[in-house]
């Protein structure tokens, strides 16, 4: 008997070996190990490592980024707080919400103070530089660097940063003359229409003055110019002239009439620099449907990590239309600014958590410019126990705002954190990357206010995707890794 005890012994160590590849294998399905120092908004001397994937020359695209960061276009500006941060997608969630309710928030003038309070800067909005105008030889600005290496030069407008917002109509700039207080402190050099060619304003009797409606509309000048008024729900607001004038975006987007507030006067606190807002919303003002007929009736963007660059394409996506998981769009009637679409499931650590359907029926939003993803409070509490218990080896640490489960990774190089997935209706899935489940050690996921209330899609989760809001065919479509 004695020769065969070598042979039991190597089975054995075979078997042994298997069932440990096999264990691991399923731990790599179902968890990722993440250093720690990208759990946070905002590395210690992170370093800009651009676009990981180029856009060919020939698609409609403008770089993206965070406004802070490495890969920020706007330099010195101080980074926020995470709990600021929290506050003002609070604000941000309630105006929506009640947009959504037909409140009349967004009726609101310029002087009226009421509501939603001083607003802070918000760290995780995406931004992006566009020519605005035609102007004389010498009066050019130098182009942003960015929208130069993607091949759009010597436009002859004046350069301007922009965030784009997913969930307003009124594209808006802030304009000559503007004087300080009126305006807040940007980057860019103002746009000045008395030095555009293409500069037009919009007369008061005009069709598109009327288009702007009771929520928009502001008036008239004593010259009969269409005045606009725009407020947002965290105190924030601009007013000023409805005006035309050429738009170049990238390096294959021009739009030679686009209609846009020349701002006057903002109230509220615009910590970031920028010139104004780019709206990418569902309404008839919008860039989106300004440029419908020419760029096709849909936008998708890459929301890019602080670290790296994303994308912001018009018409058809960067990505072949094969690559996106697709989920139904749905529109509100009443307000169809927002885009809305269903969740159906979440998985943590490959296990699909125990939460009917039914419980997402309320939807959720899909919005740019919103940090974190809101969702209903039981499928939150069934998503916070199952991500707990996945991270039980880590020691709890005070909540911050919103986010109640947070850890202290101090002691910890790298953190084995699991893989989170969200199901949409139409089964398409989303398995967030590792930069998109934790946002400054916590959880980057918050509870509504009910069941029944409108949840949020948040850029967080929606890093390194190219996010495709195909209006005209009614869909919105997700296609990973690339950004």
Known sequence: MAPLFPLVVVVLLLLSSSCFSSDEQADELSYMVVPTSSLKHISDGAVCFGHKVIPSANHTWSPLNRPHGPCSPINGTPAVMVEDMLLSDQRRASYIRAELSNGADGERGIDDHSGGGVATDVDYSL??????????????????????AAGNSNSGGV????????????????????????????????????????????????????????????????????QYTVSYGDGRATTGTYVTDRLTLGPNIVVPNLRFGCSHAVRGFFSDQTAGTLALGGGSQSLLA????????????????????GFLSMGGPIAASSLFARTPLIRNPRNPTFYIVRLQAITVAGQRLNVPPAVFSAGSVMDSSMIITRLPPT???????AFRNAMRMYPLTAPRTDLDTCYDFLRFPTVRVP?????????AVVQLDRTA????????FAANPSDSAVGFIGNVQQQTYEVLYDVGGRSVGFSSGAC
């Open 127 to 148: 931004l992006t530089t566009a020519d605005l105008g035609s102007l004389q030889q010498g009066s050019r600005t130098s182009l942003n660097s960015d929208l130069a």
């Open 159 to 226: 350069s301007q940063t922009v965030v784009i917002d997913t969930s307003s109509d009124i594209p808006w700039v802030q304009c000559l003359p503007c004087p300080s207080p009126q305006c807040h402190l940007q980057k860019d050099v103002l746009y000045d229409p008395s030095r555009s060619s293409t500069y037009a304003p919009i007369s008061c009797g005009s069709p598109a003055c009327a288009q702007l409606g009771a929520s928009y509309g502001n008036g008239c000048s004593r010259s009969q110019q269409c």
């Open 290 to 309: 300004q440029t419908a007929r020419t760029f096709g009736n849909a936008f998708s963007y890459c929301v890019p990590s602080p670290s790296t660059s």
């Open 379 to 385: 499928a939150y509490r069934a998503l916070r126990s």
């Open 419 to 427: 893989k989170i997935s969200l199901v949409f209706d139409g089964g």
């Open 437 to 444: 489940v934790m946002l400054d050690g916590c959880l980057a």
